[in-house]
């Protein structure tokens, strides 16, 4: 990218006004400027909400890796791509630079293609945050190979759901992974996985913890001699401004993970234009993400966006709280870490630890801070202010979701004046609008609604994999002709954003997006389960935490209740994960539902918040009684 940044809050507005007044102008000039093109485009936008279809740069080629890689070379080849810090602080950083990067990538590619990877076959990638993580999406990426990645976190049935709905080939893992004093059997997640999948002809394995582990012949490689073997020069595949270039999935309010797809031209361009703005990059800088890669944010401003400004990014393998709470400040004192992006679960975690933790190292590297994934609160709004950023580095609150691919809210550091709890303004070409209950929109500041957009951005998911329909009916057929987010926000009087949660059932826990429907479904697996419902509610650390209403099939089911929820949490953890585990559960004997059958959530989740004195008209409720009895057995 050029390296001209957006430098005062006028020219903010200027360049916000040239953007949503000439949208297509604006976004030609940014792609021409800062990107190879093998051919450039024949129309910049096309698009239509109501079908919904949206494509950007119709007709160019290119390759994101040349654009990530190839083009770096020259003028930046011993710069470090990729600044490696595993979860053991007294093993060696690994600093890969483009030229190491671009070799590792290449054979890499070359090993995809060996087992038989071809242009848009589906690779599922279950890997912990180590650079072969990095190097897979992008071999994928050079290939044409559509990645799915899933986050290494997700159970052995959560991961064979993923396989089988993108119908993968290939699955790249290890043989375990290092999390703070553990390992965990990444390996036998995935041969348990596999028991349920029929499409994956090979299994490629990384060595991190060097365990013994089954390998099945025929199936699965260690991936070391193979990329030993491998040529170290790979022909990019030319692909269409709007071929695929991954699959992630996110939860819904109901039924399966929904598998976003994004394409290649839109999604790079808005990636690159995001992270040099909202980060404030400069050419030496050291920025770290400590997300995952298995979500939205590790895709967009780990890999792809840093490497297409020749950055070097972070990539950490560890946890906050290994081998001790100030892990994190270490991190950064020892490679100067210039911006760091991170998520309101962390901070409020590390908040609660001893100042210590954080005065013992030198943080004076610092010049940009960031949140993501959640609301951040203002107690921790404050204490990231005053003890990271020493009130010099400003905070940038930023809003976007796996569907959106790239930053959407957002202030401009040394720009937009920041605001506690506010993500504060549209970024550049991003137009959103708050809608009321009854689909007007609510138009003049002070005012409080549905977030939506009503224009679309380079790096707006294209569907749901394999289920278009679902895809209109998620985010285009709550207001006609926009984007629905599913959040709540207000616009201020000043006209900045504050988002103010979900307002479906999906619920953020410590930033992971977790759908009810799903956790639901594992509950009711458990034999002596009749129903049950999930809400959230506040946690001081979590953000929320989920808190479950259980029916059990026998009236006074005499088994011990705490056996019975370890028993819940378990099952949840095999179907979902550990993140999906309930911190409460109720017992009882009915759940308020409307007259046509519908469980009431909103009457439940203000009974686990406290607010059960102000639950409204509940006599139009099936059965209204069920209700005081919720409410004097809450936990
Ligand atoms: C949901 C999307 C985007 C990165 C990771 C999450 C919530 C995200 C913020 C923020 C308040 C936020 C929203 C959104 N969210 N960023 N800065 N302030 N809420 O991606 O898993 O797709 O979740 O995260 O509720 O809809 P995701």
């Keep these: ?357 954080v005065e013992k190292h030198d943080l004076s590297s610092l010049k940009v801070l960031g949140s993501v994934g959640e609301p951040i609160n203002e107690e921790a709004w404050h204490w990231y202010n005053d003890n990271i950023g020493k009130k010099k580095s400003p905070i940038v609150d930023t809003f976007f979701q796996t569907e959106n691919g790239g930053i959407m809210l957002t202030p401009i550091p040394y720009v937009t004046p920041t605001k506690p709890t506010y993500a504060t303004l549209p970024f550049i070409g991003i137009q959103p609008v708050l809608m009321d209950e009854n689909g007007q929109e609510l138009k003049g500041n002070k005012v409080e609604g549905r977030l939506c957009f009503q224009f679309p951005w380079p790096s707006i998911a294209r569907t749901i994999w394999g289920n278009h329909q679902r895809y209109k009916e998620t985010y285009f057929t709550a207001f006609k002709g926009k984007y629905f987010t599913g959040d709540g926000a207000l616009r201020d009087e000043v006209g900045y954003y504050r988002i103010t949660g979900r307002v479906d059932d999906v619920i953020i826990v410590s930033g992971h997006n977790l759908g009810t429907a799903p956790i639901e479904d594992a509950i009711n697996e458990h034999p002596a389960v009749a129903e049950s419902a999930i809400v959230g509610f506040p946690h001081d650390i979590k953000g929320n935490a989920l808190y479950g209403y259980v029916i059990l099939k026998e009236v006074g089911e005499s088994r011990n209740h705490d056996n019975l929820r370890k028993e819940i949490n378990q099952i949840i953890t095999e179907h979902i994960g550990p993140i999906a585990k309930l911190d409460k559960i109720q017992f009882t004997d009915g759940l308020p539902k409307t007259r046509s059958g519908k469980i009431m959530r909103r009457i439940l989740r203000k009974i686990a918040t406290n607010e059960s004195k102000n639950l409204g008209d509940i006599s139009t409720l099936l059965n209204p009684e069920v209700v005081q009895s919720i409410i004097d057995h809450k936990l």
């Excluded at 990538?105 to 087992?115: E, I, M």
């Excluded at 049935?157 to 999390?179: E, H, P, W, Y």
């Design 1 to 357: 990218m050029s390296n001209y940044h957006i430098k005062h809050l006028e020219e903010y507005f200027q360049v916000y006004r040239k953007s949503v007044n000439h949208p297509e102008a604006f976004w030609e000039e940014i792609a021409e400027e800062n990107f190879i093109w093998r051919k450039k485009w024949d129309a910049v936008l096309e698009w239509d909400f109501s079908k919904p279809e949206v494509k950007w740069f119709k007709g160019a080629k290119l390759n994101i890796t040349e654009n990530c890689i190839d083009r770096h070379l020259l003028t930046r080849g011993n710069k470090t791509a990729i600044l490696f810090e595993p979860n053991d602080p007294n093993e060696p950083a690994e600093y890969i630079t483009y030229k190491q990067l671009s070799i590792r990538v290449n054979k890499f590619a070359n090993v995809l293609k060996s087992k038989g990877i071809q242009k848009g076959d589906r690779v599922c990638i279950y890997l912990p945050m180590i650079p072969e993580l990095s190097i897979a999406l992008l071999a994928c990426a050079r290939i044409g190979a559509i990645h799915s990645v899933v986050f290494a976190g997700f159970s052995a049935t959560a991961l064979a759901t993923r396989i089988n709905d993108a119908d993968c080939k290939m699955v790249i893992t290890s043989d375990g992974s290092f999390r703070g004093n553990k390992t965990i059997d990444l390996k036998g997640i995935v041969d348990e996985g596999l028991e349920k999948c029929k499409t994956v002809e090979s299994v490629l394995v990384v060595k991190r913890i060097h365990t013994d582990i089954q390998m099945k012949s025929g199936r699965d490689y260690w991936i070391a001699p193979l990329l030993e073997k491998a040529s170290a020069t790979c022909e990019i595949e030319i692909m269409d401004a709007e071929d695929p270039l991954f699959i992630l999935y996110t939860s819904g309010s109901t039924g399966q993970p929904k598998g976003m797809l994004h394409t290649t031209a839109g999604y790079m361009v808005y990636t690159a234009y995001t992270f040099k703005n909202v980060f404030n990059y400069k050419e030496d800088d050291v920025y770290w993400c400590s997300a995952d890669i298995g979500w939205i944010t590790g895709h967009s401003y780990i890999v792809y966006g840093p490497l297409a400004n020749g950055a070097t990014s972070v990539m950490f393998e560890g946890v906050p709280s290994y081998p001790d709470f100030g892990r994190f400040w270490q991190v950064i004192e020892k490679h100067k870490v210039n911006q760091f992006y991170t998520a309101p679960t962390a901070i409020r975690a590390l908040a609660k630890e001893k100042l210590a933790f």
